[in-house]
């Protein structure tokens, strides 16, 4: 548990809210409630998502190490944030941390291992089961799950092109494994979309 | 600097020795001189190099968090490892571990973005570079500089095949920029590989 004099603010930002952008800084910064997107941008200018934050994660961890910061990190709902002083971080905060930090380089790998390994509709699905657990996910009157999110979005957390990701969609929809609607995807069965996330 | 009483051990590998399997561990890992290859498997038996681990740096640092290790770690050359008690860190040197955990994730997010938004020409630009700079790389009498690294090693490091990667690496000799020979290349134009590797 962190101590409440490492806090320094407390902020809640809209959806689409930049909260921080590439630079210089000195702050931790832990998500309370929401759903943070961390991602940078190719050079043709085409988002590229690097991971997720949820609830109770850090991000801004490279303050820990004085290093400048390459990425953007941008509220996706509604966000609330602590800011964090790392120099008053206990060594029980430091140990959180560091496993933190240890979790994200593990799920890092796990994506350059989806990247160079698995075909972009296994990719797809596994992308889809896990925003099923984030605040983009709600569950709908007949028991499945409900995500809002754009081929855009996908495309960006995926390492592909909109274009390519919709064709894939309308495969998972043919399959009767999803159904797929203006800015949301519905996951009619999940058990069938962990199978094709491990092909 | 770490403390002598968070040492257990000290051990030199001899070149293709594996120092780390897959499995549940408690101890971090330093290395004192040589080269570690930190890598995977994917479904077909193809490796995959997650990183490379120079002296100074650490590896096995999920006996942080008391996860599984998911990789395997490989003396490249002959290496020299210390053996460390995470749970015997003092906290300067879990800020060192920290600001390590922080540089390696950085480098997992390049990596991302070159696997997405660069071609395998600069990728592998790229990693013969960052190979010019490990213990692989010996300068040669008319001051350019050879890597000893198969083309099975360079496509697990640029997540792509062996076939493929001969291809690249033809294409880059013919261009003058390296020349190959077996199990070695020698960097004969570093400025214009820095140049392939940013397009």
């Known amino acids: 548990m962190l101590l409440e004099k490492t806090f320094v603010d407390t902020i809640t930002y809209r959806?689409?809210?930049?909260?921080l952008y590439p630079g210089v800084s000195d702050m931790l910064y832990r998500l309370q409630s929401g759903l943070v997107r961390v991602h940078t941008m190719d050079d043709d200018g085409n988002g590229l998502t690097l991971r997720?934050?949820?609830?109770?994660e850090f991000f801004g961890e490279?303050?820990?190490?004085?290093f400048d910061r390459t990425y953007f990190a941008e509220a996706v709902t509604d966000s609330t944030v602590d800011v964090i002083n790392p120099a008053l971080l206990s060594p029980e905060d430091n140990l959180e941390v560091s496993t933190h930090l240890v979790r994200i380089l593990g799920r890092a790998y796990e994506s350059i291992y989806r990247l160079v390994g698995k075909r972009l509709k296994s990719r797809i699905a596994s992308e889809l089961?896990?925003?099923?657990?984030?605040?983009?996910?709600?569950?709908?009157a007949d028991g499945a799950i409900m995500i809002y999110a754009t081929h855009d979005e996908l495309a960006a957390a995926v390492g592909s092109v909109r274009e390519t990701v919709t064709k894939v969609v309308g495969e998972?929809?043919?399959?009767?494994?999803?159904?797929?609607?203006?800015?949301?995807?519905?996951?009619?069965?999940?058990e069938a979309l962990k199978v094709i996330a491990q092909q």
Chains 1, 2 share one sequence.
């Open 15 to 19: 959806p689409g809210s930049v909260i």
């Open 52 to 56: 997720y934050v949820k609830p109770g």
């Open 62 to 66: 490279e303050a820990l190490a004085g």
């Open 129 to 140: 089961l896990e925003l099923g657990q984030t605040a983009l996910a709600t569950p709908t």
């Open 172 to 190: 998972l929809a043919r399959e009767g494994v999803i159904s797929a609607g203006y800015g949301k995807i519905t996951l009619k069965n999940p």
